[in-house]
Structure formats: C-alpha cells, structure tokens
C-alpha cells in the first residue's frame, strides 16, 4: 500500500512537472514573440531617424546659403522679402531655414 502511494505521488509530481515546463515554453515563445516586437520597432525607429537626418541634411541655415550664394545677409533679407525667394520657417522658433533644392530651383529660374 505504501508503494502505491509513493508511485501516486511520483506520477503526480511527474504530471506537475510537466505542465511547469509546458508554462514554462509558453513564456518562452511570449517572450520570443516580445523580443521580436521590440526589434522591430527598433529598427522602424532607426529608419525614422534615418529619414529625419536626410530632411535636416537637405536644409541650409542663413550662414550657409550666404556662403553658398556667395551674398551678404542684407542681401539675402532683401532677396527673401522682395524676390520671393525660398524659405521655411521654424515653427516655434524665429529661425528661417533653406531647402537646398528650392534654391537651386529658384537660381536656375534667375539666372536667365
């Protein structure tokens, strides 16, 4: 009777113990699948930051498109205010900055 019990209990524990271990690989597949998540968004965050660097990089400040056009600030103030020429405002800021491609634009058109 004693040796019943015992095996009871053994098959009992042994059932217990699997089900842990089936818990146990289900948390492990969630955690798999969190991870996989986590890259993922790691790597859309990357390229937005990407992107965001190549829409900076295409912006000039003041000084560099003086230095491009090879003008004085009073000049570029007056092209700006009475020439239509190209610039964007900082929303939040009273910086003024330059699109690289709407000046060249903007000087192809001018210089004829």
């Given at each position: 009777m004693?040796?019943?019990?015992?095996?009871?209990n053994?098959?009992?524990?042994?059932?217990r113990?699997r089900?842990?271990?089936?818990?146990?690989?289900?948390?492990?597949e969630?955690?798999?699948?969190i991870?996989?998540?986590?890259?993922?968004?790691l790597?859309?965050?990357?390229?937005?930051?990407?992107?965001?660097?190549?829409?900076?990089?295409?912006?000039?400040?003041?000084?560099?498109?003086r230095?491009?056009?090879?003008?004085?600030a009073?000049?570029?103030?007056?092209?700006?205010?009475?020439?239509?020429f190209?610039?964007?405002?900082?929303?939040?800021?009273?910086?003024?900055?330059?699109?690289?491609?709407?000046?060249?634009?903007?000087?192809?058109?001018?210089?004829k």
């Open positions: 004693k040796k019943i019990n015992e095996v009871n053994i098959q009992k524990l042994l059932k113990q089900a842990y271990m089936k818990g146990i690989l289900v948390m492990q969630k955690l798999f699948d991870q996989n998540q986590i890259s993922e968004e790597f859309k965050e990357v390229k937005r930051e990407k992107r965001k660097e190549k829409v900076t990089s295409d912006l000039l400040s003041a000084k560099d498109v230095s491009m056009l090879e003008i004085s009073s000049t570029l103030y007056r092209m700006r205010m009475e020439d239509g190209p610039f964007i405002k900082v929303p939040g800021k009273k910086s003024i900055m330059f699109d690289k491609k709407d000046i060249e634009e903007y000087m192809a058109i001018h210089k």
